[in-house]
C-alpha cells in the first residue's frame, strides 16, 4: 500500500488478508517478516515483549522468526510502528474511563484523519487507523489520554492481527482487520492532529492587567474585561471591579458597566454578579450596600 522510492515492506491487501485465515500465530508471523514487514514476540494473550530489547529486536530474518515462534507458538505478534514499518497508526482507545470515538470522529470531521490504508478493531472495542509513514519525517509517538486517542509512530509499537488478548471479563478477543481502502491511501499530519485533540494552553504574559492609573475609565475597565481570554475572566473582571470600588462607583454602577462586558468575554450574568460582588466585598465591605430604589447609577463616562 506504500509507494516510495525507499524500500518498504510490501504491505498489500492480499496480505492483510492472509492474516485472517492463517492456521497460527507462527504461520502469520512467518507472512509478515516474508513481505518485508519486521515483527517480534510478545506475551501470549498480551502486549509485553518476549525479547529482550523488544520492538528494537524486530526482525524480517524468517530463520529467526521461526525460532521465536517455535519456541513460543502462542506469542502475540507486534511490530514497530514508524518508519521501520512504514506505519503510523493512530490508537482509538475504550476504556472504563471513557472512549475515543467521540474525538476520532470529531477528527475526522476536520479533515485531519483521512487516508487511512485500513483499520484494525482492538479486543477492547477500539480501533487502529493505519497509514503510511512521511518518508523522511521524524513521527514521534504521543499520547492525548483526555481524549483516549494515542499515536504509534517513532518509537513504538502496536500488536497485529491475528493475535488476542484477554478482556477483563476474561473473555478472549482478536485483533481483526475490519477494513481496507479502496483509495490511495497518505499521511497523516499527527502534528496537526495532536493540537487538534489538545490545543497548546495560552502561555500568561508578564503582564496580564493594565496600570491601576486614575486614567482607568469605566469605559477603558469595560473594553478591557471584554477581551478576556478563558481562564482570565474572572480574574480580570474582578481586579477591574476593584478599581471602580477604589474610584467610588458603587456596585450597580459596576455591574451596569463591567456586566455586559463580562459576558461579551464569556461570564454568564450570575457568573459576573457573583465576581463583582465579591470585589466590593473583598476591597471595601463598607461599600457592600446598593442605591435605594429609584437611584440613578453612575455613567460609564465615569465620576
Given at each position: 500500500m506504500?509507494?516510495?522510492t525507499?524500500?518498504?515492506?510490501a504491505w498489500?491487501?492480499?496480505?492483510?488478508?492472509?492474516?485472517?485465515?492463517?492456521?497460527n500465530?507462527g504461520?502469520?508471523?512467518?507472512?509478515?517478516?516474508g513481505?518485508g514487514?519486521?515483527v517480534?514476540p510478545?506475551v501470549?494473550?498480551?502486549?509485553?515483549?518476549?525479547t529482550?530489547?523488544?520492538?528494537?529486536?524486530?526482525?524480517?530474518?524468517?530463520?529467526?522468526v521461526?525460532?521465536?515462534?517455535?519456541?513460543?507458538?502462542?506469542?502475540?505478534?507486534?511490530?514497530p510502528?514508524?518508519?521501520?514499518?512504514?506505519?503510523?497508526?493512530?490508537?482509538?482507545?475504550?476504556?472504563a474511563?471513557g472512549?475515543?470515538?467521540d474525538?476520532?470522529?470529531?477528527?475526522r470531521?476536520?479533515g485531519?484523519?483521512?487516508g487511512w490504508?485500513?483499520?484494525v478493531?482492538?479486543?477492547?472495542?477500539?480501533?487502529?487507523a493505519c497509514?503510511p509513514?512521511?518518508?523522511?519525517?521524524?513521527?514521534?509517538?504521543w499520547q492525548?489520554?483526555?481524549?483516549h486517542?494515542?499515536?504509534?509512530?517513532?518509537?513504538?509499537?502496536?500488536?497485529?492481527?491475528?493475535?488476542?488478548?484477554t478482556?477483563?471479563s476474561?473473555a478472549?478477543?482478536?485483533?481483526?482487520v475490519?477494513?481496507?481502502?479502496?483509495?490511495?491511501?497518505?499521511p497523516?499530519?499527527?502534528t496537526?492532529?495532536?493540537?487538534?485533540?489538545?490545543?497548546p494552553?495560552a502561555?500568561?504574559?508578564t503582564?496580564?492587567l493594565p496600570?491601576?492609573?486614575?486614567?482607568s475609565s469605566?469605559?477603558?475597565?469595560?473594553?478591557?474585561v471584554?477581551?478576556?481570554p478563558e481562564g482570565?475572566r474572572?480574574?480580570?473582571?474582578?481586579?477591574?471591579?476593584?478599581?471602580?470600588?477604589e474610584a467610588?462607583?458603587?456596585?450597580?454602577?459596576?455591574l451596569?458597566?463591567?456586566g455586559?462586558?463580562?459576558?461579551a468575554?464569556?461570564?454568564?450574568?450570575?457568573?459576573?454578579?457573583?465576581?463583582?460582588?465579591?470585589?466590593?466585598?473583598t476591597t471595601?465591605?463598607?461599600l457592600?450596600r446598593t442605591?435605594t430604589?429609584?437611584?440613578?447609577?453612575m455613567?460609564?463616562?465615569g465620576p
Amino acid at each position: 500500500m506504500n509507494s516510495s522510492t525507499r524500500e518498504l515492506p510490501a504491505w498489500s491487501p492480499d496480505l492483510l488478508a492472509s492474516l485472517a485465515v492463517a492456521p497460527n500465530l507462527g504461520t502469520a508471523a512467518r507472512d509478515l517478516a516474508g513481505a518485508g514487514v519486521p515483527v517480534f514476540p510478545c506475551v501470549p494473550l498480551g502486549k509485553q515483549p518476549l525479547t529482550r530489547r523488544g520492538f528494537l529486536d524486530a526482525s524480517t530474518d524468517l530463520g529467526r522468526v521461526a525460532d521465536w515462534w517455535g519456541r513460543w507458538p502462542g506469542a502475540n505478534i507486534a511490530m514497530p510502528t514508524g518508519a521501520p514499518s512504514g506505519i503510523v497508526v493512530v490508537d482509538v482507545d475504550v476504556h472504563a474511563s471513557g472512549s475515543g470515538f467521540d474525538a476520532f470522529e470529531r477528527a475526522r470531521t476536520a479533515g485531519l484523519v483521512d487516508g487511512w490504508a485500513w483499520m484494525v478493531r482492538t479486543p477492547s472495542g477500539g480501533l487502529h487507523a493505519c497509514y503510511p509513514s512521511k518518508p523522511g519525517v521524524d513521527q514521534r509517538c504521543w499520547q492525548v489520554p483526555s481524549q483516549h486517542v494515542d499515536c504509534r509512530g517513532d518509537g513504538g509499537y502496536v500488536v497485529l492481527p491475528p493475535s488476542r488478548a484477554t478482556l477483563p471479563s476474561g473473555a478472549i478477543a482478536e485483533y481483526r482487520v475490519v477494513s481496507i481502502t479502496d483509495h490511495q491511501p497518505g499521511p497523516i499530519d499527527t502534528t496537526a492532529l495532536r493540537r487538534f485533540l489538545d490545543p497548546p494552553r495560552a502561555t500568561p504574559t508578564t503582564r496580564t492587567l493594565p496600570p491601576a492609573t486614575a486614567s482607568s475609565s469605566p469605559e477603558r475597565l469595560a473594553a478591557w474585561v471584554a477581551t478576556r481570554p478563558e481562564g482570565a475572566r474572572n480574574q480580570g473582571l474582578f481586579w477591574a471591579a476593584c478599581r471602580m470600588v477604589e474610584a467610588g462607583h458603587n456596585f450597580d454602577a459596576s455591574l451596569a458597566v463591567l456586566g455586559d462586558a463580562a459576558r461579551a468575554a464569556g461570564l454568564t450574568e450570575r457568573e459576573a454578579e457573583t465576581t463583582i460582588r465579591s470585589a466590593y466585598r473583598t476591597t471595601s465591605p463598607s461599600l457592600q450596600r446598593t442605591p435605594t430604589a429609584g437611584a440613578t447609577p453612575m455613567g460609564v463616562t465615569g465620576p
